[in-house]
Nanobody, 118 residues
Framework: QVQLVESGGGLVQAGGSLRLSCAASGRTFSSYKMGWFRQAPGKEREFVAAIRWSGGSTSYTDSVKGRFTISRDNAKNTVYLQMNSLKPEDTAVYFC???????????WGQGTQVTVSS
């Protein structure tokens, strides 16, 4: 099992920044990739960004490219999502998830609310 705890959400004005953190514990060695997802009210959960623990290769959904940066600290088993130039449409609950070789994104955190006011 891998346990994930997100933090760093909050209320920010449009154009502002937030940094989300996701601390992993438990069988973290079983995870090869971490992802951030978000779900806005009335919408389906969508992929935001991902990073591999080894090598650090990243991927982003088009709507956040150039504004969001995913990073990781292997020593702390923590993944971050730096969000800049936030827009009201970024408002959502943000979740982190851990992918294993057995199952893509097998483990999920409880989510953290991000609200961007116009």
């Amino acid at each position: 099992q891998v346990q994930l705890v997100e933090s760093g959400g909050g209320l920010v004005q449009a154009g502002g920044s937030l940094r989300l953190s996701c601390a992993a514990s438990g069988r973290t060695f079983s995870s090869y990739k971490m992802g951030w997802f978000r779900q806005a009210p009335g919408k389906e959960r969508e992929f935001v960004a991902a990073i591999r623990w080894s090598g650090g290769s990243t991927s982003y959904t088009d709507s956040v490219k150039g504004r969001f940066t995913i990073s990781r600290d292997n020593a702390k088993n923590t993944v971050y999502l730096q969000m800049n130039s936030l827009k009201p449409e970024d408002t959502a609950v943000y979740f982190c998830a851990a992918a294993t070789s057995q199952r893509e994104y097998a483990y999920w955190g409880q989510g953290t609310q991000v609200t961007v006011s116009s």
